[in-house]
């Protein structure tokens, strides 16, 4: 894992909002929110990282989406302070990566939370909840075929240990086909190793 540049709050935040957007699961309700604020695709799409009142908009839509700076869902004892770089992985990495304590992940991962013993699972056709594994395995055969994903976002406090915010099926996906995860950019937050404890 190599730091490449510093990055942001509201580099972070543009990035997430892209990738739910984009996703089969989350688009509906991203997109009903942004019709609750009157919020066009461009505020999305097209983040201007300099203008203000953007970056104030975006943060809105992500906490009435997801939590973010309410305290809540995805964002529960979220840490307060944070320092986000954009970062590059290669594929010693993954065995560092960790999922965020959930239920489902939990049982795919087989209580380990680590997205290579979930690929393993997957591969040997268990299925959690009933959820089919297709999503993970389009996934995978997108990376194979040269696609390229949003940048998934991670919490660390030490550069050594990290866990995702969000990306979960990418980085499964990654885990299926761990031969493709060299040079692959993720937005890293650091913070203190309390702060990130409580929010696990």
């Given at each position: 894992?190599?730091?490449?540049?510093t990055?942001?709050?509201a580099?972070?935040?543009a990035?997430f909002?892209?990738?739910?957007?984009?996703?089969?699961?989350?688009?509906?309700?991203?997109?009903?929110v942004?019709?609750?604020?009157f919020?066009?695709?461009?505020?999305?799409?097209?983040?201007?990282?300099?203008?203000?009142?953007?970056?104030?908009?975006?943060k809105?839509?992500?906490?009435?989406?997801?939590?973010?700076?309410?305290?809540?869902?995805?964002?529960?004892?979220?840490?307060?302070?944070?320092?986000?770089?954009?970062?590059?992985?290669?594929?010693?990495?993954?065995?560092?990566?960790?999922?965020?304590?959930?239920?489902?992940?939990?049982?795919?991962?087989?209580?380990?939370?680590?997205?290579?013993?979930?690929?393993?699972a997957?591969?040997?056709?268990?299925?959690?909840?009933?959820?089919?594994?297709?999503?993970?395995?389009?996934?995978?055969?997108?990376?194979?075929?040269g696609?390229?994903?949003?940048?998934?976002?991670?919490?660390?406090?030490?550069?050594?240990?990290?866990?995702?915010?969000?990306?979960?099926?990418?980085?499964?996906?990654?885990?299926?086909?761990?031969?493709?995860?060299?040079?692959?950019?993720?937005?890293?937050?650091?913070?203190?190793?309390?702060?990130?404890?409580?929010?696990?």
């Amino acid at each position: 894992m190599n730091i490449l540049r510093t990055s942001s709050e509201a580099e972070m935040i543009a990035e997430f909002l892209k990738a739910e957007y984009r996703s089969e699961r989350f688009a509906e309700q991203i997109k009903g929110v942004m019709d609750k604020f009157f919020q066009d695709e461009k505020i999305i799409l097209s983040a201007d990282l300099n203008n203000a009142d953007e970056n104030a908009a975006r943060k809105k839509l992500l906490g009435e989406f997801r939590g973010y700076g309410l305290n809540r869902e995805l964002f529960e004892r979220f840490p307060a302070e944070i320092t986000w770089s954009l970062c590059n992985f290669a594929n010693n990495d993954l065995s560092k990566i960790r999922y965020i304590d959930y239920s489902y992940w939990n049982e795919l991962s087989q209580g380990t939370k680590s997205p290579l013993t979930a690929a393993q699972a997957i591969l040997n056709g268990t299925e959690i909840y009933g959820q089919s594994n297709a999503g993970f395995i389009k996934a995978a055969e997108f990376i194979k075929n040269g696609g390229k994903f949003y940048r998934p976002i991670l919490l660390t406090s030490d550069f050594e240990r990290f866990v995702i915010v969000e990306g979960h099926l990418r980085i499964t996906a990654f885990a299926l086909m761990p031969e493709y995860f060299n040079n692959v950019e993720c937005f890293v937050g650091n913070c203190r190793d309390d702060d990130l404890k409580n929010w696990l």
